[in-house]
């Protein structure tokens, strides 16, 4: 089936946070937005069918997940990641970052300590921070255009006997590595002898580029051993553009591990999906795989245009070809701007609203985080806009 990637979808009276936020953050209203990550592309035709059936029964009460469901979580997990899991395994939340709230306040107690790896996406640091607990940081390192795991640091701080936690990020965002066996056994392994629990952020687990020959690998797949220590934060959000109808699914083997995040789920009066969360992401691990397929490649493609340009038209510029995720790191340090000043320059100057890097921790300052899942010609306009704006202020340099 052919699908219409470069479809402009006009988002502008949707209630969209992406599109709807500028003016509370004084953003111009010409600004193309690429900060965000959810895809600005419609979704899958079965998962629109799934949603339009469900609202055509025209009752909402409260809903429960069926034993189909849990069968398209494991169907999706053993064809798409050569993972086993059981239905039992699955535990349901609103989200990956309310579960990593679930999972701090659940597994921590005052005085812990939790290791990440700056840059990664933000709400980790504040996850930890705002329910009492320290963060320390094994801090990635950037060397030749790519980054990579400091394992001495990382060791070095899980022997602290307050280190409790490890929430590791793969695919990381916003960097898009997708971490090897041998990077992912080194730390688990590192965990174990250190009796640290492992929160593994897997939420882009379906965003691989194909044409790199990497395959995701879940953390816990490595052994029974690893798995029976790790908690998996996975969703079908990001993989199929429906953040917005929040569902995730939390991957737990070990019984009293998720008994355990299930009771401080429970503590909050959360419940289950809404009704069109559940008939979307089921239609999506039956129906979508296609479609995400087509998605990938375009947003591949996206990826491949924007190295292209930078290449050849702008030399102080760098961008990271990652492996995965639709989110580019585009490194900005050449331009000589502090932080502040890269942000007003490219939202006020280019008008094109990314991330900026510092959010992410402080080696991220310089960056930028671009989202490309869009039309191809939004892509370019963004592209051609921060060329202008860097050349018109190379002149006045």
């Known amino acids: 089936m052919t699908y219409d990637f470069d479809k402009i979808v006009d988002r502008s009276c949707s209630h969209s946070v992406k599109f709807e936020s500028k003016l509370c953050n004084q953003i111009s209203e010409e600004a193309i937005p690429m900060w965000i990550a959810d895809m600005d592309f419609e979704v899958a035709p079965p998962i629109a069918e799934a949603i339009r059936k469900r609202a055509d029964h025209a009752v909402f009460g409260y809903s429960k997940c069926s034993a189909e469901y849990f069968e398209s979580v494991v169907n999706w997990m053993r064809d798409r990641h050569n993972w086993t899991i059981t239905s039992e395994w699955i535990a349901t939340a609103p989200g990956v970052v309310p579960a990593l709230n679930?999972?701090?306040?659940?597994f921590l107690n005052s005085g812990d300590k939790v290791i990440i790896q700056q840059p990664v996406y933000y709400p980790f640091m504040r996850v930890v921070e705002s329910n009492g607990f320290e963060y320390v940081n094994n801090e990635l390192e950037f060397k030749h255009d790519r980054y990579e795991i400091n394992f001495e640091d990382f060791e070095h701080k899980a022997r602290d006997p307050r280190t409790k936690m490890f929430i590791l990020c793969n695919p990381h965002n916003p960097i898009g590595r997708v971490w090897s066996k041998e990077e992912l056994s080194r730390l688990a392994n590192i965990c174990l002898a250190n009796d640290v629990l492992i929160i593994s952020d897997e939420i882009h687990h379906d965003l691989v580029f194909p044409s790199r020959g990497i395959k995701h690998i879940p953390m816990a797949s490595l052994s029974s051993a690893i798995?029976?220590?790790?908690?998996?934060?996975?969703?079908?959000?990001k993989s199929f553009n429906i953040a917005g109808l929040q569902s995730a699914n939390i991957i737990i083997e070990d019984p009293i591990?998720?008994?355990g995040f299930v009771d401080e789920i429970n503590k909050t009066g959360v419940g289950s999906f809404n009704p069109f969360a559940l008939v979307a992401a089921e239609a999506g691990y039956r129906e979508g795989g296609d479609w995400l397929d087509a998605a990938i490649d375009y947003i591949e493609g996206n990826k491949q245009y924007v190295m292209k340009f930078v290449e050849e038209k702008l030399p102080n510029i760098r961008v990271l070809d990652s492996e995965?995720?639709?989110?580019?790191?585009i490194d900005f340090r050449d331009l000589g701007l502090d932080q502040w000043e890269l942000q007003q320059f490219l939202r006020?100057?280019?008008?094109?609203?990314?991330?900026?890097?510092?959010?992410f921790g402080e080696?991220?300052?310089?960056?930028?985080?671009?989202?490309?899942?869009?039309?191809?010609?939004?892509?370019?306009?963004?592209?051609?806009?921060?060329?202008?704006?860097?050349?018109?202020?190379?002149?006045?340099?």
């Open 348 to 359: 006020h100057k280019a008008l094109v609203w990314l991330d900026s890097g510092f959010v």
């Open 257 to 259: 591990l998720r008994q």
């Open 363 to 397: 080696s991220g300052s310089g960056f930028e985080r671009m989202n490309i899942a869009c039309s191809r010609h939004i892509v370019e306009e963004a592209m051609n806009r921060i060329e202008r704006a860097v050349k018109s202020r190379m002149v006045i340099s």
């Open 102 to 106: 679930f999972a701090v306040r659940a």
């Open 227 to 237: 798995s029976k220590r790790t908690i998996t934060c996975t969703a079908p959000n």
């Open 324 to 329: 995965a995720t639709f989110l580019l790191w």
